[in-house]
């Protein structure tokens, strides 16, 4: 008899200790896991790894050049809208094609016509709307990482496709082929909604562009972080209390406490460099104010929460933004 790994099963050889039995977790039902396995086949595409890593080369030194345009940093959507642009503006084609689809299914005249229509109309919105969300996407894509990163190419060549099929139906559609501007319409449509799918597995699976420290809040009580004889003088130092992860920094005698974690993609503040008392992103170039967490620089648009501290006994402690609520005393109920 043999196991699942090729192995045959039986007595140990001699001079061998029979090891433990190795299980392995169940696997998922298919129609639980497809789309895991989905996101899966489509990573491991080569032609997919070609194209992004050549994109990258293209756009990043770009974006590095340019990361203090404010053009650039209102496109990320940044401080000032407190989120990305993206999501939204990719809501507006989806709807008015949507709004086609609608029209073209309720129109009952036989006779074709050239020019445009009401239809027509929401198909040309549609395509400038679908022009502003690629580029505030292709904003977005350039500080994204790895796999995400391929998804994400992935999601825009489906948009692009299904932009170019949207075109092509206003363009027919015009010429007075309304049979084919429906067929194209629709078609394009069906794109989209493949591209919005790889759009959510990104955004609710993969958590990309959004807040790392949205549920940062602990501890909960007065917690050591670092002796305060290791904690040299304007230099950026990690250390984690009760799991929080959490940038320490001394300037002229004054702490400051900041979390480690950039609300934007998880880089790790503490390798960044500080200046005038504002720590940068080594991942992505955001910048913010250790006084007050304050992003001075995007793509980041959360700030970063700032920990109270103090010094006891010779130890740095620190403690969430929420306290943990005092207990009643012994023998008395809390109202």
């Known amino acids: 008899m043999r196991t699942g790994s090729g192995q045959a099963d039986g007595p140990p050889a001699a001079g061998q200790q029979a090891g433990p039995a190795v299980s392995s977790p169940p696997a998922c039902p298919p129609l639980v896991a497809w789309h895991g396995d989905l996101t899966a086949w489509l990573?491991?595409?080569?032609?997919?790894?070609?194209?992004?890593?050549?994109?990258?080369?293209?756009?990043?030194?770009?974006?590095?050049?340019?990361q203090d345009n404010l053009a650039l940093e209102l496109l990320h959507g940044g401080r000032w809208a407190g989120h990305p642009l993206h999501p939204a503006l990719s809501d507006l084609p989806i709807g008015m094609w949507a709004g086609v689809l609608v029209l073209d299914a309720t129109d009952r005249d036989p006779a074709p016509r050239r020019g445009i229509d009401a239809a027509g109309v929401l198909s040309a919105a549609g395509i400038v709307a679908a022009g502003a969300?690629?580029?505030?996407?292709?904003?977005?894509?350039?500080?994204?990482?790895?796999?995400?990163?391929?998804?994400?190419?992935?999601?825009?060549?489906?948009?692009?496709?299904?932009?170019?099929?949207?075109?092509?139906?206003?363009?027919?559609?015009?010429?007075?082929?309304?049979?084919?501007?429906?067929?194209?319409?629709?078609?394009?449509?069906?794109?989209?909604?493949?591209?919005?799918?790889?759009?959510?597995?990104?955004?609710?699976?993969?958590g990309v562009m959004v807040s790392r420290v949205a549920w940062a809040v602990g501890p909960r009580r007065w917690a050591r972080a670092l002796q305060e004889a290791d904690l040299p003088d304007d230099s950026p130092t990690a250390v984690e209390a009760e799991?929080?992860?959490?940038?320490?920094?001394?300037?002229?005698?004054?702490?400051?406490?900041?979390?480690?974690?950039?609300?934007?993609?998880?880089?790790?503040?503490?390798r960044g460099p500080v200046?005038?008392?504002?720590?940068?992103?080594?991942?992505?170039?955001?910048?913010?104010?250790?006084?007050?967490?304050?992003?001075?620089?995007?793509?980041?648009?959360?700030?970063?929460?700032?920990?109270?501290?103090?010094?006891?006994?010779?130890?740095?402690?620190?403690?969430?933004?929420?306290?943990a609520p005092r207990r009643p005393a012994s023998g008395r109920t809390q109202p």
Do not use: K
């Open 43 to 66: 990573d491991r595409l080569g032609w997919l790894r070609t194209a992004s890593d050549w994109l990258t080369g293209v756009l990043e030194p770009a974006r590095e050049r340019y």
């Open 133 to 206: 969300a690629a580029l505030t996407g292709l904003t977005d894509w350039t500080v994204s990482d790895e796999q995400d990163r391929r998804i994400g190419l992935c999601h825009g060549l489906l948009n692009t496709a299904a932009l170019g099929l949207q075109s092509a139906s206003l363009g027919t559609r015009m010429a007075g082929h309304r049979g084919t501007a429906r067929a194209l319409s629709a078609a394009g449509f069906t794109v989209t909604a493949a591209a919005g799918y790889l759009g959510g597995h990104l955004v609710f699976s993969r």
């Open 275 to 323: 200046d005038d008392l504002t720590v940068t992103c080594p991942l992505h170039g955001s910048r913010f104010e250790l006084a007050s967490g304050c992003v001075t620089r995007g793509p980041a648009s959360q700030p970063q929460p700032v920990l109270p501290t103090r010094i006891r006994n010779g130890w740095i402690e620190v403690r969430g933004s929420l306290p």
């Open 243 to 270: 799991g929080r992860h959490i940038l320490l920094y001394r300037h002229r005698g004054r702490l400051y406490a900041i979390d480690n974690v950039c609300s934007h993609a998880g880089g790790l503040l503490s």
